[in-house]
C-alpha cells in the first residue's frame, strides 16, 4: 500500500472517533485483543467512551483523504517510555499495511513532552498477527518491570529502544 498515493494522516482523535470505534468489535475477543483482558463485551457506548479514558490519554487516528477513519491509538509515559496502547485497524481496512503505518507514526509524533527511553506496549500473548508487527518493527518481549495483577497474565509486555 502506498501510504502517500492515499494522503493518510494523523491526527488527534475525538468524542465522536471513539463512538465510531465502538462498532468495530463484535465479540469479546476482539474488544479484549484490543482493550486488555478486563473490557466487557457487550459494552455500551457512554462506557466505551469511559473506557478509553480520552480526556486523559493522547488518542490519535489515521484517516484518509475523506477523512475516514482507518486505524485507532493511544500513547503515554509509563515507565519512562512512550506507552503505544490501543492500538487498532478497521476492520475494513486490515491487511493493507496500516498496523505497521500507525505505529510508526505513533513513534514519530508521539508528543514531545513525553521524556523516553524509547517505546512500550503490551499484547496478548495468544495475538500471533500484532505480536509479529511488533517484532518486525523492532520490539522485544521483557519481564515486566512491576508487578501484574492477574488480569494482566495473559499479556507481555515489549520494549524497543530510542
Known amino acids: 500500500m502506498d501510504k502517500n498515493a492515499l494522503s493518510l494522516n494523523l491526527e488527534s482523535a475525538t ?4 463512538i465510531n470505534l465502538h462498532g468495530w468489535f463484535t465479540n469479546i475477543l476482539e474488544i479484549r485483543q484490543w482493550g486488555g483482558p478486563s473490557m466487557d463485551f457487550p459494552i455500551s457506548v457512554m462506557q466505551f467512551i469511559a473506557e478509553t479514558k480520552l480526556d486523559q490519554l493522547n488518542s490519535y487516528k489515521i484517516v484518509d483523504h475523506k477523512n475516514n477513519m482507518l486505524a485507532f491509538g493511544q500513547c503515554y509515559q509509563r515507565l519512562e517510555r512512550c506507552h503505544l496502547a490501543r492500538l487498532v485497524v478497521s476492520p ?8 505497521k503505518y500507525l505505529v510508526e507514526q505513533l513513534m514519530l509524533y508521539a508528543p514531545k ?13 495468544n495475538n500471533t498477527v500484532a505480536r509479529t508487527l511488533y517484532e518486525k518493527l523492532g520490539f522485544r518481549c521483557i519481564d515486566y518491570p512491576e508487578p501484574m495483577d492477574s488480569t494482566m ?4 509486555y515489549l520494549i524497543k529502544d530510542n
Do not use: N, P, Q
Open 153 to 156: 497474565a495473559e499479556c507481555e
Open 15 to 18: 468524542e465522536k472517533d471513539v
Open 92 to 99: 475494513d481496512a486490515r491487511g493493507k499495511g496500516l498496523g
Open 113 to 125: 513532552s513525553i521524556t523516553t527511553k524509547g517505546f512500550s506496549l503490551f499484547v496478548l500473548a
